[in-house]
């Protein structure tokens, strides 16, 4: 089998399984788009996850809450932090919980508010994330690789379209 054909045929297998398998020949293109979307963010997501877990022992969700502190240096108030990541307040007060018993990150009174806690990465927490987040690059070059720059640039352009098309349509957002 030639190469173009082998990945065609690990391609009719992958939409075999998962969200793809849910299409039929005769939906419209926006349903197999969407469903196709789907199954790619979530196989790439699965990848993620298990290098994640198996090269440093972390989940994603600690992958995440750690990259939103990276952003801020100066830390959030965990209120805000809840608003950025997908995880629940209680969630966010466990990881917190969590990352703060491996000294990872640190939880301090808000100056400006008594009933809030700032909390930002402690210096072992930051250079944690960033061996982290190098190594997530890579992976995340390598998953891309197939893809030229080109077409990259492309997907990444019809996408922002269709999600300020999106934002537009949104109910919450109207006034």
């Known amino acids: 089998m030639k190469r173009n054909d082998a990945s065609h045929a690990l391609l009719r297998e992958a939409q075999e399984l ?62 805000a932090l809840s608003r950025y990541l997908m995880v629940t307040g209680g969630n966010v007060t466990g990881l917190t919980d969590e990352l703060a018993s491996d000294g990872l990150v640190v939880r301090e009174p808000s100056p400006a508010d008594r009933r809030a806690w700032i909390v930002r990465l402690t210096p072992k927490g930051r250079a944690a994330f960033a061996a982290m987040a190098r190594e997530h690059e890579g992976w995340i070059l390598e998953l891309f690789s197939s893809m030229d720059s080109k077409a990259m640039q492309q997907v990444h352009d019809h996408l922002g379209a269709l999600r300020v098309q999106l934002v537009r349509h949104d109910p919450g957002n109207q006034e």
């Open 18 to 79: 998962g969200h793809e398998g849910r299409a039929h020949s005769g939906d419209h293109a926006a349903l197999k788009l969407w469903l196709r979307m789907l199954a790619t963010t979530t196989q790439i997501e699965a990848q993620v996850r298990t290098r994640l877990r198996e090269r440093f022992g972390i989940s994603l969700a600690r992958f995440d809450y750690m990259a939103q502190l990276y952003r801020h240096a100066e830390g959030m108030k965990m209120r």
